[in-house]
């Protein structure tokens, strides 16, 4: 499943800022429902549980859409910024 | 960056370029701050462009606006797992000297709106993030600061056209955060296909276009739609459903989308194609209830910030076009009359609000996004009900007529029971009234 979102944004252009990713999990805590929801319903992938029974993210492939950002608003466990001006996804077409 | 400025808009997406435009061209200072590498490389649309709301701002925008095909007709459909029952407008008068209705590429159009924004004097910054507000000891908004040289930029007021996620006002202290019930998330593919290809399948000439909405199984139980719209030489295929109804059921925005690509009814309409680009977007589609205050001390807010679409129509950038543009207007009337971005003088951009269509047709169906959400037999059960019927309805097998009709009768009763047949046809009468 998630092999084939990786195909689907292959297809599109951005503008990765290394090594300062624009969103950022709180691991601290065992995720809340909502975190554990975003492996599912990220349109880009970018939630994956890991081993230890956390949720962790991969940013490189957002999409900005902020689904993440809303849903997790209240648990406090996603650090949502917009990327620095000019970089992330670059839509073509949009 | 200290200069002092008129107006600041934030963003250029539809709301802010209308503003930009008609307040350069009015001949005031404008400072417009874009985050993306250029205006419309963070903006996502179906799209659909409506002339008029365009025509009252740039009126011979057709001329120069890079445009995809003008829509003459519009098909709705209803899905089950392997039909689709639906209607079908479509509609020789809408091949008129200035067609009403046009498919658009944002990235595209933007651009070019912009530009003609920077033609008419704005000055516009691109590549720069805004991160919240600056004010003054009584709360005036005076500024904005952004994610550039540790910049600060003054003005009389602040225009936020930042779209859906409307992290400005956010931050700023200024309206509360989105809810997830009143957000869609929805998805979209470009599917590239030669003119003559999609004309011969959409059976169309030229830049004719052709609008499908899809409503039905395929959203997977939640409330949503899917749409297809015909551009040039590509076909923009999408489907959306509200962010809490994906948190509950869990599933896949893009396992949705392949879904809806591998029914039937669309397969065979961009069978070929090559994709070149997969986007997510949220749309607030929580209706007028969820609109935040829209005017404050030096601060305005139009377009998907604002929360202005109008989910029963599909209409977004109409709302965000003539947001942008009464902003502007107000502005405009308040500088011409000397007096100050304050908040008991910018509740004139709400009074044209309220004049418009904009908040009109949003208070029409200020109950529509509640009604469909604790009622989603309007979009699950009822689409496999019609489909259902018509397959009984058009199959030649025998059966006499008269028992199809009370087998069809019998499964919407069993369905939904007499009461909750007529308790539905109340709430939609009474959410669309």
Known sequence: MSEKIEEKLFQNRYRVDEGAPHIRVNAEKVPSEQLKAMVNICPAGCYQDTEEGKVEIVADGCMECGTCRIVCQETGEVEWTYPRGGYGVLFKFG | MAEHFDVIIVGAGMAGNAASYT????????????????????????????????????PDFREEAPLERHVIEQRMWMLDERSYVG????????????PNRYTIIRAQFDKWFNRRARDAGAMVV?????????????????????????GEVFADVVLMADGVNALVGQRSGLREEINPEHAALAVKEMHFLPREVINERFNIRDDEGVVIEVL?????????????????????????????????????????LDTLKSHPSIAPLIKGSEVKEYAAHLIPEGGYKAIPKV???????????????????????NLALTSGRLAAETIITLKAEGKPMTAANL?????KLEESFVLKDLKKYKDLPETLWRNKQFVTTYPRLMAKAAESFFRVDGVDKLTKEKDIVRSFRKARGVLGLVGDAVKVARAWR
């Open chain 2, 23 to 58: 307040l350069a061209k009015a001949g005031l200072n404008v400072l417009q701050i874009e985050r993306g590498e250029y205006p419309g490389s963070k903006n996502v649309q179906g799209a659909i462009l409506y002339a008029d709301a365009v025509e009252r701002i740039i």
């Open chain 2, 87 to 98: 209607s079908h407008f479509r509609s020789e008068n809408f091949n008129e000297e200035k």
């Open chain 2, 126 to 150: 691109c590549e720069t993030t805004v991160l919240d507000l600056i004010r003054d000891d009584t709360g005036k908004v005076i500024g904005a600061r952004v994610d550039r040289d540790k």
């Open chain 2, 216 to 256: 039905g199984t395929v959203t997977s139980g939640m409330l949503g739609t899917g749409f297809l719209y015909t551009n040039g030489e590509s076909i923009a295929l999408g489907i959306g459903c509200i962010v809490s109804d994906f948190v509950e059921k869990r599933i896949s925005p893009a396992q949705l």
């Open chain 2, 295 to 317: 005017y404050g001390d030096g601060w305005l807010i139009a377009g998907d910030a604002a929360h202005f679409v109008n989910a029963a129509h599909r209409e977004g950038s």
């Open chain 2, 347 to 351: 509740k004139l951009y709400r009074q």
